[in-house]
């Protein structure tokens, strides 16, 4: 080896030991940040809401009031459906974690979270479709039959391919 490759080969090491630290700083970045996310649950903020039910009871009812017809539907229980409950505490998580964002946090709950789900809750086709203000009508469940025995059993990609007579050609362009 000559002087000239020593010096190449010093400064490609060099080089080597300033990316892996700059790889170390980032990944203790990263994790940082996940930590500092995952931190962010319910049990560490002050809920202004004890509970989803309150949330619906004074917020929801209060605020976003409606006269019920048409493509308003509203159900004094809604609790008993599963999916209306499923929403609003998704809803109301959503927005006591948002409301403590004085800048744009409410305007993204409303477009993000409120906005996609109210239809979803009290349009025609969801959880209250079959109730009224007087009147709470439980939406049965959809039926299911059961796969036969072993339908579940793990099986190779190939059985697949093979049960639906898939034919592929790994030599054609498409």
Not at 81 to 99: C, P, S, V
Request: glycine share 4%; hydrophobic share 35%; net charge negative.
């Amino acid at each position: 080896m000559t002087n000239g490759d020593d010096k190449e080969l010093f400064r490609l090491q060099t080089r080597i030991e300033q990316l892996e630290q700059l790889v170390a700083d980032l990944l203790a970045r990263q994790n940082q940040e996940q930590e500092s996310t995952q931190e962010g649950t319910d049990d560490e903020i002050e809920l202004y809401y004890p509970n989803v039910e309150a949330w619906v009871t004074e917020e929801f009812t209060s605020i976003y009031a409606k006269a019920v017809g048409g493509d308003f539907r509203w159900c004094p229980r809604w609790w008993e459906h599963t999916e209306a409950y499923l929403r609003f505490e998704a809803l109301w998580r959503a927005w006591e974690r948002l409301r403590l964002d004085p800048a744009f946090g409410m305007a993204h709950w409303y477009r993000d979270y409120f906005d996609i789900s109210l239809s979803m809750i009290v349009g025609p086709r969801g959880p209250f479709s079959r109730c009224s203000p007087e009147r709470h009508e439980p939406i049965r469940q959809l039926p299911v039959v059961p796969a036969p025995e072993g339908y579940w059993e793990p099986k190779s990609v190939a059985d697949d391919y093979e049960k639906y007579d898939f034919k592929f050609n790994v030599n054609s362009k498409s």
